[in-house]
């Protein structure tokens, strides 16, 4: 299983930018993806984006489409999510997954390893 460690939350000013991490480590990332969710309270956790370790391949909900890019560092084994023109809405535990995924990259169910969360609060 990989261990993931989030960082980067905050509170920021709508229309401002955060960008969050996540650590890997306890195994090689070859064919796994890592992907981005979010929960805001009441809500269900819904997906934000996705990469594949190997090739880099890239996949966005609607809404961080434009405004967010998730990317990831093969030396220092972290992805990251850099969140622009964030809105009130955006407001959320964000959370970092690892999992050998094939087909379903917005499933929650498709990953297997998740980290602690961040929480990200975006004031109006």
């Known amino acids: 299983q990989v261990q993931l460690v989030e960082s980067g939350g905050g509170l920021v000013q709508a229309g401002g930018s955060l960008r969050l991490s996540c650590a890997a480590s306890g195994r090689t990332l070859n064919n796994f993806a890592m992907g981005w969710f979010r929960q805001a309270p009441g809500k269900e956790r819904e997906f934000v984006a996705a990469i594949r370790w190997s090739g880099g391949s890239t996949y966005y909900a609607e809404f961080a489409k434009g405004r967010f890019t998730i990317s990831r560092d093969n030396a220092k084994i972290t992805v990251y999510l850099q969140m622009n023109s964030l809105k009130p809405e955006d407001t959320a535990v964000y959370y970092c997954?690892?999992?050998?995924?094939?087909?379903?990259?917005?499933?929650?169910?498709?990953?297997?390893?998740w980290g602690q969360g961040t929480q990200v609060t975006v004031s109006s």
């Open positions: 997954a690892a999992g050998r995924v094939v087909y379903g990259m917005e499933y929650s169910s498709s990953y297997d390893s």
